[in-house]
């Protein structure tokens, strides 16, 4: 049986279907991939970023990919940061107009992203622990939000 | 900086952080844990120290990495190197682009593929199987995602099963998250620059 995960959950993998079977073969790999959405939503040592603050910049990560489902289930547990899971809002405080800043561009404009993008953080007062922590973040979400559209586009492959 | 690689190459540079990883000396007995660190093994990579910052995530990582890219069945070694290096070149990490194109080669005993794809870029003359697979691991990688059903009836025209299909949507997605780590927290650097 496939595991029931946010990935699966999200893409809609429907019991029977060739994708569900695909996923069931590959039952440790999506264990592990819930694993890992924990260790970066809600880790013993958060350092700077506690799990409210985490779900929102999830949440805006995955609002930014147009997985607004996604967004939704993240965004419901981003208390008094909720307002940072919306794209279209700014940090209010420097350091945090620094963190979503940096979020918004390593997630969609991977690519451009230089050495001045890490001084940024580093002039705004981030730790050096703290960029790694926000780097694990937004890969990981990079990663669970392309697995969820591509397991979304297997559902028309045929049983 | 003059010394950091910025075209593709097979050539694997050296990693150079941006922030300070962890030293060794100072480390955690859940860091060294997660490092793998032993009296007979004590020789861990920079990359690996730099990620040893967020050692929950380093934990949980490293083995679902070999999961994907390495579990027997499905789709064939190369072909998930051609998903890895299809998701590095759309994020332009150089230095996850020169592991995998490198790692394709010595799989495949040839070149050619990854000489055409870094000479004349995703556009590059691919067989037909090579094409379907190369193309949906570049279309997964935008943001947002710009795979769509043409993407999956091709890969299925070119002979790919759904167990195969999945294993390239965990390697090209995979290093979406690989690529946001060795290209923004480093700079690829030439191998001399390295240890001068």
């Known amino acids: 049986m496939a595991p029931d995960t946010t990935a699966t959950r999200f893409a809609g993998v429907a019991a029977g279907t060739s994708a569900a079977d695909a996923v069931a073969g590959r039952a440790k790999i999506f264990e592990m991939t819930q694993a890992a959405e924990d260790a970066v939503l809600r880790p013993k040592d958060a350092g700077a970023w506690p799990h409210t603050l985490r779900a929102a910049l999830a949440a805006r990560i995955a609002a930014l990919n147009e997985e607004h489902d996604l967004a939704a289930h993240f965004a419901a547990d981003a208390g008094a940061d909720a307002t940072l899971a919306d794209p279209a809002q700014g940090g209010a405080v420097p350091v945090m107009a620094a963190v979503v800043a940096f979020m918004d561009r390593v997630a969609a404009d991977t690519r451009h992203v230089t050495a001045d993008d890490v001084k940024d953080l580093q002039a705004a007062g981030v730790a050096d622990a703290d960029i790694v922590r926000l780097a694990e973040l937004n890969a990981f979400l990079a990663y669970q939000i392309r697995v969820i559209a591509g397991l979304r586009l297997m559902g028309g492959m045929p049983a | ?196």
């Open chain 2, 1 to 196: 900086m003059s010394d950091v690689i910025r075209k593709f190459t097979r050539n694997v540079p050296h990693w150079r952080p941006r922030v300070t990883p962890v030293d060794l000396a100072t480390a955690t007995p859940e860091q060294l844990d997660a490092l793998k660190v032993t009296p007979s093994n004590t020789k861990v990579s920079e990359y690996v120290l730099t990620l040893a910052h967020d050692v929950e995530s380093l934990a949980v990582r490293s083995p679902l990495f070999n999961a994907i890219m390495y579990d027997t069945g499905g789709l064939s070694r190369a072909e998930r190197e051609l998903g890895a290096l299809g998701a590095s070149m759309v994020n332009h990490c150089v230095y996850c682009a020169a592991v995998h194109a490198m790692r394709h080669a010595q799989i495949e005993k040839s070149t050619e593929v990854t000489n055409r794809l870094f000479r004349d870029g995703a556009d590059a003359e691919l067989e037909p199987r090579d094409r379907a697979i190369f193309d949906f691991a570049v279309a997964l990688s935008e943001c947002p995602s710009q795979a769509g059903p043409d993407h999956v009836a091709a890969l299925q025209e070119a002979g790919l099963d759904a167990a195969e299909v999945l294993d390239l949507i965990l390697s090209a997605a995979l290093f979406g998250w690989a690529n946001r780590l060795m290209h923004v927290l480093g700079d690829p650097v030439r191998q001399e620059t390295a240890m001068g």
